[in-house]
C-alpha cells in the first residue's frame, strides 16, 4: 500500500521561507507525477505546484509561480516544496499527492494523498 507522509510544516513570519518534504512508501510506489495542493479554512483545496517523475516539467499555481519551486528525489522517493516570500495568504495545510489522472490542477484527479502538514505565515 503506498504512503504519503509530509512534514515540514510550521509557523513563519510573512517573507519568511519553508521547506515542506513528502516521503513515498509502498512497494506499489510506481513513476507518478506527483505534487502539492493547499486547503486553507473553509475553502476548497487548490493546486500549488506538480512536477513529472523524471522532473523534466513542472507546473505552477499563479499565486505561487516566482516563489515557490518543487523539487523532488526520486532516487529516495521524495518530493518537496521549497517556499520562500511567504505571505499569510499562503496559510494553510499542505498535501502531498501522486497518481493524477485527468486535468492535474483539479484535487479530483489525484489519486494518492497524504495527511498534511500545516504551514501558517503570520503577518
Known amino acids: 500500500q503506498v504512503q504519503l507522509v509530509e512534514s515540514g510544516g510550521g509557523l513563519v513570519r510573512a517573507g519568511g521561507s519553508l521547506r515542506l518534504s513528502c516521503a513515498a512508501s509502498?512497494?506499489?510506489?510506481?513513476?507518478?507525477?506527483w505534487g502539492w495542493f493547499r486547503q486553507a479554512p473553509g475553502k476548497g483545496r487548490d493546486f500549488v505546484a506538480a512536477?513529472?517523475?523524471?522532473?523534466?516539467?513542472?507546473f505552477y499555481a499563479d499565486s505561487v509561480k516566482g516563489r515557490f519551486t518543487i523539487p523532488s528525489d526520486t532516487a529516495k522517493n521524495m518530493l518537496y516544496l521549497q517556499m520562500t516570500s511567504l505571505k499569510p495568504e499562503d496559510t494553510a495545510v499542505y498535501f502531498c499527492?501522486?497518481?493524477?489522472?485527468?486535468?492535474?490542477?483539479?484535487?479530483?484527479?489525484?489519486?494518492?494523498w497524504g495527511q498534511g502538514t500545516q504551514v501558517t505565515v503570520s503577518s
Open positions: 509502498g512497494q506499489t510506489f510506481g513513476k507518478y507525477p
Open positions: 512536477i513529472t517523475w523524471s522532473g523534466r516539467d513542472t
Open positions: 499527492a501522486a497518481d493524477p489522472d485527468g486535468n492535474w490542477r483539479s484535487a479530483d484527479a489525484w489519486d494518492l
